[in-house]
């Protein structure tokens, strides 16, 4: 148990589908991250929140839209996916906001995304 | 930016034997760095994690050593159980922002 927890865990959906994924840390973070982690390649960030605002977007696609509502709630919003985007999707925290000092980063244990 | 990348894709060892996954940098600004363990269906665990201004750090049956010369970094698991199965990979942290590498697979024979 990290303190960061996803749901759902497994999700599968056709490419017309809306669906959404959620992460919740319980760890007073003040930064929260979706990474993408696909076979055989290294963790890609996607997208960085610090004290709930967005700093980063790594050029992803916007068929995928984050939400951060306070700094301890994320979401990734799912829109019109293509298969290639099947993968697991990684939320993290961190203590320090993501430009200070550094620290370590807990994952929550993943979404498991699947597009038909 | 940052490369990262790790020497073998996949290791197996005896279970009571010490297993040793490497790791390979690119920036020589990296200044921080974590060892990660990711089991099947699980996301990743930290495991250890060690400072530019030391070489080596010791935890419980793991030990991070930190070569910055050559740039490389290494984590040593003691006595390897079936327990620690797993993939693992390391980050490099440059600029505040983590890179990491793709992974070693950890088979323990029993």
């Known amino acids: 148990e990290t303190g960061v927890t996803q749901t759902p865990r497994h999700l599968v959906m056709g490419m017309t589908n809306k669906k959404s994924l959620k992460c919740e840390q319980h760890?007073?973070?003040?930064?929260m991250y979706w990474y993408k982690q696909s076979a055989k390649k290294p963790l890609e960030l996607m997208f960085v929140?610090?004290?709930?605002?967005?700093?980063e977007n790594n050029s992803v696609p916007s068929r995928f839209s984050p939400e951060c509502p306070n700094s301890s709630h994320l979401f990734l919003h799912l829109h019109t996916l293509q298969p290639e985007d099947s993968a697991l999707y990684l939320c993290?925290?961190?203590?320090?906001?993501?430009?200070?000092?550094?620290?370590?980063?807990?994952f929550g244990e993943g979404s498991r995304l699947t597009v038909l | 930016g940052e490369s990262v990348g790790l020497h073998l894709p996949t290791l197996s060892v005896q279970e009571g034997d010490n297993s040793i996954i490497n790791c390979a940098y690119s920036?020589?600004?990296?200044?921080?760095f974590i060892w990660y363990k990711q089991e099947s269906g699980k996301g990743p665990q930290f495991i250890i994690d060690?400072?530019?201004?030391?070489d080596k750090r010791q935890g419980q049956r793991v030990t991070v050593l930190l070569n910055k010369t050559v740039k490389h970094l290494s984590l040593q698991i003691a006595a390897t159980q079936p327990g620690d199965s797993a993939v693992y990979f390391c980050?490099?942290?440059?600029?505040?922002?983590?890179?990491f590498g793709t992974g070693t697979s950890l088979t323990v024979i029993p």
């Open positions: 980050a490099a942290n440059t600029g505040n922002q983590f890179y």
């Open positions: 060690i400072r530019s201004n030391m």
């Open positions: 993290a925290s961190s203590q320090e906001p993501r430009g200070a000092s550094t620290g370590e980063l807990f």
């Open positions: 920036n020589s600004a990296s200044d921080y």
């Open positions: 929140y610090n004290f709930k605002e967005q700093t």
């Open positions: 760890l007073g973070h003040n930064a």
